[in-house]
């Protein structure tokens, strides 16, 4: 396949199921080895992100996904469904991580899609644990009461930078944003068996350097939905998340990024039309704003080939210039991610 053959354009991939003891994951956009997502449709149909970011550059990461991935996808995004418990964790940050698995750290964020009733997440410290109490609250499990519990319900957002003790409890199904790294580290499992029938590894040791043990006053992201706009729910140095809902179709300018731009559908239908001219310099006007286009007018704003919206769609920097315009008489839900 000759590189000049293959014509840029946004990626949809297969989300790749994943059983564990717990419930599932689905892995819905990835480039950690071994569990790379595969393109579902287009040219490169079959082949890995990977190949697409080799082929492509800066072109589809944008000068930012370039530095920050360092020549890989930097971001991995999942939806978990928890019939049970997940063990409680922590993950490295970014020095920690370089210097002990020469791999970048974990900052993620959570979206609730669903909730049963009085199902709960913990997140953070609710109390102090002095740290020399440490090793004997993890090993009897009492360190979960030490952990802040939230009752959550759909739409609730939670950012767990690396270092944030942390735990998905059963009855929640969230979509996870997170830095491309595999590295966690368990610190309780409930002295469960995995599917091996062998109890999980757990990193008690390791997690000491990890934890942050500060207690926040708080510790759920507090937004205000908005029917038609980009409503800013996490900005980090490692990513940036907007919640869209929308019941017409949104302009997105955000050529002057030097980012990527990662579409994923929470609930509705919809189709993305990129600008025809993507590679038109953003305007002083446009620049880093976001404005809704009258119902019916989208298809003269926008010109250039459309896609539709299924699970997850990667729009390339060169791209970041387009329309999403719902389907179908519910509104669209999607979390629109960049660096
Ligand atoms: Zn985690």
Redesign the pocket.
Same mark, same amino acid.
């Given at each position: 396949m000759q590189q000049t053959d293959i014509t840029l354009s946004p990626l949809a991939f297969h989300p790749s199921l994943h059983q564990l003891v717990w419930g599932t994951e689905s892995w819905e956009v990835s480039a950690v080895p071994g569990n790379e997502s595969i393109i579902a449709a287009g040219q490169l149909a079959g082949r890995t992100l990977s190949m697409a970011v080799q082929l492509w550059g800066e072109q589809l990461l944008g000068r930012k996904g370039l530095e920050q991935g360092g020549g890989t996808f930097p971001l991995l995004t999942k939806i978990i469904d928890a019939k049970q418990d997940l063990s409680i +964790?922590? %993950?490295p940050g970014e020095t920690l991580a370089q210097r002990r698995h020469h791999c970048h750290g974990?900052t =993620?964020m959570w979206f609730v899609l669903d909730a049963q009733p009085g199902a709960s997440l913990l997140a953070g410290f609710s109390k102090p644990l002095p740290r020399e109490e440490y090793a004997a609250r993890v090993a009897d499990g009492s360190i979960v009461q030490y952990l802040a519990r939230h009752e959550v319900h759909p739409g609730d957002v939670f950012f767990?930078p690396a270092g944030r003790v %942390?735990a998905i409890c059963g009855g929640v199904r969230l979509c =996870?944003i +997170?830095q491309s790294s595999d590295i966690?580290y368990r610190l309780y499992d409930y002295h469960r068996l995995g599917l091996d029938g062998q109890p999980r590894q757990l990193h008690v040791e390791e997690a000491l350097d990890a934890i942050d043990f500060r207690v926040l006053p708080d510790y759920l992201t507090r937004y205000t939905p908005a029917l038609g706009q980009a409503v800013p729910i996490v900005s980090c140095p490692y990513f940036n998340v907007n919640l869209l809902e929308l019941d017409a179709p949104l302009h997105r300018s955000l050529a002057a990024r030097e980012s990527f731009v990662l579409l994923s559908l929470l609930d509705g239908e919809g189709i993305v039309t990129l600008d025809a001219s993507p590679a038109a310099p953003p305007t002083a006007t446009s620049q880093n704003r976001s404005f809704a286009v009258p119902s019916g007018t989208a298809a003269t704003t926008a010109s250039g080939p459309t896609f539709p919206l299924r699970s997850s769609l990667l729009i390339p920097a060169v791209q970041a210039s387009f329309v999403i315009t719902p389907v179908g008489n519910r509104p669209l839900r999607l979390l629109e991610t960049y660096l």
């Open positions: +964790q922590v %993950h974990k =993620e767990i %942390h =996870e +997170q966690t």
